[in-house]
């Protein structure tokens, strides 16, 4: 039997939704419940794919169903297609697996051509009607199918009204839109070539295949890769009889949420138009009224829209987007969809439903997007304050929150404005690097000119849940001048901008930031979700602030402390350089005992935010090269401070120097060349945890890990550095506190080798970013160069910085885990890369058996909440 493409909205049903669209098979479900849907059809989203396949085609066996359909369709009706006397009339609209806003609009009044339309206003006794009709026609198939810029048509209704005194479009006569329709079609022509297509079947095809073409659009393409919906999905199509809004004052359109989207408050949201097609309401033309003025309208209308609304919303269990038309007083349903909403109506809609009795914990637990509740972590701005603001420039929401400050160009300029003068700062800089973290870390907000979503400023300022726009390429930032223009904005050193890094946006001037508030609710969930979840959520987290952030969002442990970041503070780096500029173990080791105060006070603070959480902190990582300045200027600078010769200290940077410093001399090699700097931090991690069980009168268990091994022996080596160093202090102090030594599985040898190294290493973390890098053979500051092409061109679907790519990486992940603990049965595993905060990300650790995900602190509830999904759907 042959493939079927095509089908009636009375053949399909809800769970149809991956061969039909959301949109299809919730058009089949309502005509199923006998509700007042003009009937159509659904081309699949299988159609879409052989589109493609067969090289952007619509395969004739397709084009036959779609003709057999439409014949269908002018039964139902009593209408025909084309006809001049009795025409039937569609709109053709996408419908993916799942809503894709804006990813392509509505065709209406398909059909319509020069024959029809005189047909159309003599079968309606309304002339006025039937070109308003055909005008919009004729706009949105030449915007939407042959991607002619709909404002040429808007200025041609501009111009007819001006030229008739005509303030709405509403005003315009039957005589004045035959003239818009005759300077439209000119138009179409002037920038076609041809004449606008009068055969309905070939309109028809022409708007599916661009329907199938918007699958591929620049829009969807983004909303895709945000939003992890593959590729291969393809969309459908619905054709559906037209059914008029704009048949004058007893007619009208409008869309209405059977909630609040905005705040989850259970009461009709929506608005409407009279005498108006669809798209008149969202574009903002004319002004809508609130649904419940249609009450006063049309009684009965509202009466049976109300009634059909909660029918609606009890039958799919959750709030719902309507578009709805009426008709001459006759009510008809155009869609129904779950509604989007925001972070704060999503949990009072998932918590309400449950205390209504609808659905339960778990299903509300499943119904609020972890990757939403970001919005909730951070500033935001004033709603009010906002609406006045127009953005100046738009770069990568890199990391959520909105941020207001004077602008400085160096990481010196805004420590000593921060902290100097308590002014709120932005860190402006063409891209940042390590030794920017002082300035990072006193900012309220960091914007960059170059990099991309996980460049060095989004991934340290996800971290530390700093507000991050990104790869704003608008901004021209000129660090030594500290200057930045946009287009002909120009904004100095200590002018004041505002960010916000949830959209993208740059603002000139200073907008009132408001804090988060978590609510009754939000508590309520999350509890909720920490019922069901078998993945323990631990944090990265460097200093004890993070740390603090950290447990107050519920984290049980902190999965990663990076100590490189401690050595750039400005009382510190100067020992730092003294250590890696010394000649001698004996030089060397005088500059470490200056630090190794520094490091216990450090690990103090945080093994005291955390109390008996584990704590994982890992020793030195970073190519020592980044702790030196690179510039000769610069180099002077620090060899006086130093007493050093320029030349000496000259020498020692040339030496640093990697071609490839990702693959270089960094991670366990630093303490396998200078064992001294694992001693060192081993003292300082040990006296720390010591000092502080004793204050507090608790059991500290340190977790220490090796990064970046990749063979046995050196495993191996460097733990009996970091045993033989912790005993001392045991000794010293006669304390008797247990420590595990383990390791980070960054480097793929090591997760293929993984059941040797377990003979050595307590516990495994998978250093995702860095095995992703080394897997892929590309550097993650370097990919943004190439990443958009093979987006483009459908090599890759996602980022695989911010996605874990499972067949690969996650392979990887799986095999080392798997050998691991066939070594050792009661190795703890978990994953401490960005991939730890994403939430496909985590459906894959759990799936994977592993023990916890650690990840930046704001990301703490989003990851509790993913888990927590994970955990629901594996039982279902």
């Known amino acids: 039997m042959a493939k079927k493409y095509v089908y009636l909205f009375s053949e399909g049903n809800a769970s149809m939704r991956n061969l039909l669209g959301g949109k299809g098979a919730n058009l089949a479900e309502m005509t199923n419940l006998g509700l007042p849907v003009p009937q159509g059809f659904t081309v699949t989203t299988e159609a879409c794919t052989k589109y493609y396949e067969d090289g952007k085609k619509i395969s004739d066996d397709i084009v036959e169903e779609i003709y057999k359909n439409m014949a269908i369709l002018e039964q139902i009706n009593n209408k025909k297609f084309g006809d001049k006397k009795n025409p039937l009339l569609v709109s053709v609209r996408s419908g993916a697996r799942v809503s894709m806003p804006g990813m392509m609009d509505t065709i209406l009044n398909l059909g319509l051509n020069d024959d029809t339309v005189v047909g159309l206003a003599e079968a309606t006794n309304n002339e006025r009607f039937a070109y308003d009709s055909y005008r919009r026609f004729i706009q949105m198939f030449s915007d939407v199918v042959m991607g002619i810029d709909k404002n040429k048509f808007e200025a041609i209704l501009d111009a007819v009204k001006e030229e008739n005194g005509a303030k709405y479009d509403t005003d315009l006569t039957a005589e004045n839109l035959k003239e818009v329709v005759k300077r439209y079609k000119e138009l179409y022509k002037q920038e076609m070539g041809v004449e606008f297509p009068q055969d309905p079947k070939v309109q028809l095809l022409e708007a599916v295949k661009a329907v199938f073409r918007s699958w591929d659009n620049p829009r969807a393409i983004v909303y895709r890769r945000l939003n992890d919906i593959p590729s291969d999905w393809g969309t459908a199509v619905n054709v559906q009889t037209m059914v008029f809004g704009n048949m004058g004052n007893d007619s009208g359109t409008g869309v209405a949420f059977t909630r609040n989207p905005a705040t989850g408050e259970k009461a009709l949201f929506g608005e409407f138009l009279m005498n108006a097609q669809g798209e008149d309401v969202v574009a903002g033309i004319r002004t809508p009224q609130p649904i419940s003025t249609l009450k006063d309208i049309m009684p009965e209308v509202y009466n049976q829209f109300t009634e059909i609304a909660n029918k609606l919303e009890n039958h799919y269990r959750d709030m719902q987007d309507i578009e709805f038309t009426i008709e001459r007083s006759k009510l008809y349903m155009l869609q129904t969809r779950n509604g989007k909403r925001t972070a704060q109506a999503a949990l009072k809609v998932a918590i309400d439903l449950v205390n209504e009795g609808l659905i339960d914990e778990k299903e509300a637990v ?58 709120k700062v932005v860190l402006v800089r063409m891209e940042t690097s390590p030794e920017d973290i002082e300035g990072m870390v006193v900012a309220q907000g960091i914007l960059t000119g170059r990099g991309g979503m996980t460049s060095h400023a989004a991934v340290v300022a996800r971290g530390m849940g700093t507000c991050c726009v990104a790869g704003c390429s608008a901004a021209l930032i000129d660090e030594n001048e500290k200057v930045m223009k946009i287009g002909d904005v120009i904004v100095k050193e200590g002018d004041y901008i505002s960010i916000d890094g949830s959209t993208g946006n740059v603002y000139l001037g200073e907008i009132k930031t408001v804090p988060p508030s978590l609510t009754g609710n939000f508590a309520t969930l999350m509890g909720w979700a920490d019922r069901y979840r078998k993945l323990k959520v631990k944090a990265n987290a460097d ?71 584990p704590v994982t902190i890992r020793l030195l990582d970073p190519p020592l090269h980044e702790f030196l300045p690179h510039e000769d200027e610069d180099i002077k600078a620090l060899a006086n401070e130093m007493g050093m010769a320029f030349e000496d200290l000259k020498a020692t940077v040339e030496s640093l120097k990697e071609f ?8 366990c090699r630093l303490a396998v060349k200078y064992p001294e700097i694992a001693e060192m931090q081993t003292r300082a991690i040990i006296e720390a945890a010591i000092n502080v069980s004793n204050k507090l009168g608790i059991n500290i268990e340190p977790q220490i890990m090796i990064p970046l091994i990749g063979d046995i022996k050196e495993m191996k080596y460097v733990k009996e550095i970091i045993v033989k160093a912790a005993d001392e202090v045991l000794k010293e102090k006669n304390a008797n506190l247990k420590y595990q030594v383990g390791t980070m599985i960054e ?38 160069k190439f990443l958009e092409s093979y987006y483009d061109k459908k090599i890759y679907d996602f980022d695989p910085f911010a996605k874990l ?39 894959f650790c759990h799936k994977a058996g592993l023990d916890y995900v650690s990840c930046s602190p704001y990301r703490v509830p989003i990851a509790r909440l993913a888990a927590a999904q994970a955990a629901i759907k594996d039982e279902k």
């Open 366 to 423: 499943l119904r609020v997007d972890p990757k939403q509740l970001d919005q909730l972590l951070h500033p935001m701005f004033d709603a009010e304050a906002l609406k006045a603001a127009k953005p100046i420039a738009k770069g990568l929401p890199a990391s959520p929150g909105a941020a207001a400050g004077k602008v400085y160009f160096t990481a010196d300029d805004a420590v000593e404005a921060a902290k100097g003068r308590g002014e």
């Open 543 to 613: 200093i004890p602030r993070d740390a603090k952030v950290a447990v107050n969002f519920g984290a049980e442990g902190i999965g990663l402390c990076r100590t490189e970041h401690m050595f750039f503070a400005e009382d510190r780096i100067p020992a730092m350089r003294e250590m890696i500029v010394s000649k001698t173990e004996e030089q060397r080791r005088n500059a470490l005992n200056k630090l190794l105060p520094m490091q216990r006070s450090d690990f103090e603070g945080l093994f005291e935010a955390m109390g008996e959480h």
């Open 660 to 667: 490839n410093p990702m693959l270089g001399f960094r991670g």
């Open 805 to 843: 790519d499972q067949n690969g990486v996650g392979k990887l992940v799986e095999m080392g885990t798997k050998l691991g603990r066939q070594t050792r049965p009661d190795l703890s595993v978990g994953i401490c890369g960005e991939h730890g905060g994403d939430p496909s990300s985590i459906e």
């Open 747 to 784: 480097v793929p040898r090591a997760a293929l080798t993984a059941d040797e190294i377990a003979k050595e290493a307590e516990f495994f973390s998978f250093g995702t970013n860095d095995l992703t890098q080394l897997t892929f053979a590309f550097s993650r500051d370097d990919a943004g």
